[in-house]
């Protein structure tokens, strides 16, 4: 599996993905875009991967939209907000939905600076580590007279509440991935030397847990915001329904009674 704007690594069970435009701190190109896409579509299809690692090359993880990439503007005569929308729905918006609804937990390891519509991608995995150095910076409206796009202003609301999202969103301040960690925009932050063995520590540990209970956590999550208290209740019933007959909880009710560490996906 060879892209012209990512890097692949398998790992045993687990995927090693890296955007690969180092020069451009791996803004989204239409290329990259086509490329995460197809990626995310081969994952889908591949037998035996059980975890995701999203990654940058560089300093960078990603500096959101490439406006030096002529296929960003519109013919002449075009309406530049139309062409954009029209990029967003065509391209962002699918790749950003397939690398958040992936059939295996994905993990995003933030190494380097993350903006715009690269803030957005940085916030899409199941657990999001950040190196102490990283950054996000949602850059749309202060700089660029737009708004988050790719999903940034969901991930912003949901995770650390309204009056602070507006504030970030406002001003554009650059959110430190202490500070980040410490809000709660993401999971975890880790010195610069112990970046890249936290994140592959944590995707090795992903890859061998129960998957089917990882995709349902996430599910549950995602909705947990919108719905009530009794309808959440409901939604845990029917995954525990589904999940209480899976071969990963007999194998966990197993290693408890025999006192040893479960091995899910071994069979």
């Known amino acids: 599996m060879e892209f012209a704007n990512l890097l692949c690594e398998r790992r045993d069970s687990v ?4 955007l690969n435009r180092p020069q451009k701190l791996n803004s989204l190109s239409l290329g990259l875009l086509k490329d995460l896409k197809s990626c ?3 994952i ?3 037998r035996g991967l059980r975890a995701v690692l999203l990654t940058g090359a560089g300093r960078g993880f990603c500096a959101g939209a490439d406006l030096t990439d002529p296929e960003s503007f ?3 005569g075009q309406s530049m907000g139309q062409f954009m929308a029209a990029r967003l729905r065509e391209y962002y918006n699918p790749a950003a939905l397939m690398w958040s609804n992936l059939p295996v937990p994905l993990v995003v390891g933030l190494n380097g600076v993350s903006a715009g519509a690269g803030a957005s991608l940085a916030l899409t995995g199941d657990i999001t580590i950040a190196a102490k150095s990283a950054s996000l910076t949602f850059v749309f409206a202060p700089k660029l007279g737009l708004v988050p796009d790719m999903g940034g202003t969901y991930f912003l609301a949901r995770r650390i509440g ?3 999202a507006r504030a970030y969103a406002l001003t554009g301040q650059t959110i430190g991935a202490e500070e980040a960690a410490r809000i709660g925009l993401i999971a975890e932050c880790a010195d610069d030397d112990a970046f890249a063995g936290r994140v592959a520590e944590v995707a090795q540990q992903l890859a061998s847990g129960p998957r089917e209970a990882f995709l349902g ?3 549950l999550m995602a909705s947990a915001t919108t719905s009530s208290l009794a309808a959440a209740r409901e939604a845990e019933a029917a995954a525990q329904a589904r999940l209480g007959d899976s071969p ?3 194998e966990g009710v197993t290693a408890f009674r025999e006192k040893r560490a479960p091995r899910f996906g071994a069979r």
Request: aromatic share 10%; charged share 30%; proline share 5%.
């Open 15 to 18: 995927l090693v993905v890296t």
């Open 40 to 42: 995310a579509e081969w």
């Open 44 to 46: 889908q299809r591949e």
């Open 74 to 76: 519109p013919g002449a």
């Open 162 to 164: 309204e009056a602070r």
């Open 217 to 219: 956590v996430r599910a």
């Open 248 to 250: 990963d909880f007999v």
